[in-house]
């Protein structure tokens, strides 16, 4: 059943046309929408449990993964393994069309590359520097392609946005949304235009994560993954990936 989960503090998810794919803390939960079932897969590397930080899925349905030490992996959901993407690092990803973004934090610089995405394989050694902006102060880098263009959380900063403990950025139809966490007043998912302000659609904390499949809107909160609708502002449709799901 797809939207019973068990999950404990969820991190990130991905969709594709075949699969449904959650990471909870070192553990990896991917759906079969044909077979109708979840697999498992607990992410350690030699012999410890490493948190999944962020996930995504090509065109295609070849699912890649991060974790905390800022390594990138391709997963091979047949054969239930990772795959390390050698010489590609990252602190977070994003997969737009044939192209993997990715990013490299150092001191007050983030760096960001493009990968070409050929097949299931990354190769590194077609990796290109797409540009180096300052990081935001406590803030984990996040990536968006808006109408072609690749922003970075950075740039959403501006006199009339506060984007202090930025939780996730996301491109959704035409517009940017963006979630806070970790605030006494402003946690919740907010639409934006740059620096020209934003909007508070839904107040709430917990927004770990926020990705658009299919024109739905989805945030990964507290122990779920839950859809938005966001016509007229942003409301719960009902679905929920979690333990409480009927």
């Known amino acids: 059943y797809e939207e019973y989960l068990p999950l404990e503090r969820p991190s990130d998810a991905a969709m594709s046309e075949e699969y449904v794919a959650v990471a909870d803390g070192a553990t ?9 079932v979840y697999s498992s897969y607990l992410h350690e590397v030699n012999g410890t449990e490493r ?18 030490d800022t390594q990138l992996y391709r997963y091979d959901i047949a054969e239930e393994r990772a795959v390390l993407q050698t010489g590609i690092p990252s602190s977070t990803f994003l997969i737009e069309g044939d192209t993997l973004y990715t990013t490299a934090v150092s001191n007050t610089v983030t ?7 050929r097949g299931d394989t990354l ?7 797409v540009g180096e902006v300052p990081s935001l102060a406590n803030a984990t880098p996040r990536l968006a392609v ?16 506060d984007v202090t403990n930025l939780a996730a950025l996301c491109s959704h139809g035409d517009e940017l949304y963006y979630a806070v966490d970790g605030t ?10 740059l620096d020209q302000g934003s909007e508070l659609l839904y107040a709430g904390s917990g927004i770990a994560s926020l ?12 122990g779920s993954v839950r859809a938005f609708s966001s016509e007229d502002g942003a409301s719960l449709t009902g679905y ?5 799901s009927d």
């Open 211 to 222: 990705f658009s499949y299919d024109g739905t809107l989805y945030a990964v909160q507290n």
């Open 111 to 117: 760096t960001i590359f493009s990968v070409p995405i």
């Open 28 to 36: 990896l939960y991917v759906y079969d929408r044909a077979e109708g």
């Open 123 to 129: 190769p590194s050694d077609l990796r290109t520097v």
């Open 240 to 244: 929920e990936i979690g333990g409480g």
């Open 184 to 193: 006494l007043d402003r946690d919740g998912l907010y639409r934006t235009v």
């Open 51 to 68: 948190p999944i930080s962020a996930l995504g899925f090509t065109e295609d349905g070849t699912l890649f993964f991060s974790d905390r």
């Open 146 to 161: 808006q109408n072609g263009i690749l922003y970075q959380s950075h740039y959403l900063a501006g006199p009339t946005t």
